[in-house]
C-alpha cells in the first residue's frame, strides 16, 4: 500500500514538473504595430505553418468562417476612426473573420474579440463593418500565416494577409489630413479660452507679471460665454494682485453668486472671506 502510494506521489510530481516546463507552441504568438499617418494600428494573431499540407481548400475550406490565423480570433486595433474599404469603423479593436473564396474574400470586421476560434453564435449586430476584396496568387510560398501592415501612405494602407501561395490585400484610410487641417486651424487661430485662462493662472500662482496674467484672464473671459464661479474667483484674485480692487470686489461679488448657485460652501466662503479683506460694502 505505501509503495503504492508512493508512486502515485512521484507520478503526481513528474506532471507538476512537467507543467513548468515551457514549449514551443505549434502557432505561436505574433504582435505588429505600426503608425499610419496619424493613426497607431495594431496587429495581434498567432501563426500556423504550412508543415507540407494544401491550406485554403482544404486545410482552410472554402466558404465557410474562418477565424483568420489560429488559436484566439485576429485582432486589429485603431487608434483614430477609419475607413476600411470605403467603410466607417469607429476607433477600437475588431476580432477579423473571413470567408475565404477561391476568387472572392469576405471580411468581418467583429466587434467582439474574445472568441476562441469563430464565435459559438454569430451575431450580425457584432459585425462593425463588412468587406469584399479579391485574393492574389503568389509565386513564392509562405510557409506560416502572415498578417501585415503594407503600402503604408500618409492617409492609408493595407492590412494584408498571405499564407500558402495566396495575398489578400484589405485597403483602409486614416483621417490624417482632417487632423492636421484641424490642428493647423486650431494654431493660426491663435491661443483658446483655455489656453489665455491656463497662462493666466500659472502667472498668478507662480508669482510672474501679473499685468500679463491680468490681459489673458481678460482675453480668456471674454471668449466663454459663461464664466464659472471658479474662473471669476482666478480673476478677482489676479485683479487683486493687480492692484485693481474695485474691479477684485466685483468680480468676487460675481463668484459668489455663481458659488451660491451651484452649491459650492468652499467657494462662498473664499469669496466671502476676500469681499471682507478688500473692504467691500
Do not use: H
Not at 14 to 21: L, R
Not at 119 to 125: F, I, N, R, T, V
Not at 136 to 142: A, D, F, L, N, P
Not at 236 to 246: M, N, P, V
Request: charge should be positive; include cysteine.
Amino acid at each position: 500500500m505505501k509503495r503504492t502510494l508512493f508512486l502515485f506521489l512521484a507520478i503526481c510530481s513528474s506532471f507538476a514538473i512537467n507543467a513548468q516546463i515551457a514549449t514551443p507552441q505549434p502557432s505561436p504568438a505574433a504582435k505588429v504595430m505600426q503608425v499610419v499617418g496619424l493613426t497607431d494600428v495594431t496587429l495581434d494573431y498567432s501563426r500556423p505553418a504550412m508543415r507540407g499540407r494544401t491550406v485554403f481548400g482544404n486545410l482552410v475550406p472554402f466558404d465557410k468562417m474562418w477565424r483568420t490565423g489560429a488559436n484566439k480570433n485576429s485582432i486589429v486595433t485603431f487608434s483614430n476612426d477609419v475607413k476600411v474599404g470605403g467603410k466607417a469603423l469607429k476607433a477600437g479593436s475588431y476580432a477579423i473573420f473571413t470567408i475565404p473564396g477561391e476568387a472572392v474574400w469576405e471580411v468581418n470586421f467583429y466587434t467582439d474579440t474574445e472568441n476562441w476560434g469563430t464565435p459559438q453564435s454569430w451575431d450580425a449586430s457584432k459585425v462593425a463593418a463588412v468587406i469584399k476584396v479579391d485574393p492574389s496568387k503568389i509565386t513564392e510560398k509562405v510557409e506560416s500565416f502572415t498578417m501585415a501592415i503594407t503600402a503604408i501612405t500618409g492617409d492609408g494602407a493595407n492590412l494584408e494577409i498571405t499564407w500558402e501561395n495566396t495575398k489578400v490585400a484589405i485597403p483602409f484610410t486614416v483621417p490624417t489630413d482632417a487632423a492636421v487641417s484641424s490642428a493647423i486651424d486650431k494654431v493660426l487661430a491663435g491661443p483658446s479660452a483655455d489656453d489665455y485662462y491656463a497662462a493666466a493662472v500659472y502667472y498668478l500662482e507662480a508669482d510672474k507679471d501679473i499685468a500679463k496674467a491680468k490681459t489673458w484672464m481678460d482675453k480668456a473671459m471674454a471668449m466663454t460665454e459663461k464664466p464659472a464661479f471658479y474662473q471669476l474667483r482666478k480673476q478677482s484674485l489676479i485683479y487683486a494682485k493687480a492692484g485693481d480692487k474695485k474691479g477684485a470686489i466685483d468680480l468676487a461679488k460675481k463668484s459668489l453668486a455663481a458659488s451660491e448657485a451651484a452649491g459650492n460652501a468652499d467657494y462662498v466662503k473664499m469669496n466671502k472671506d476676500s469681499l471682507k479683506e478688500w473692504g467691500a460694502k
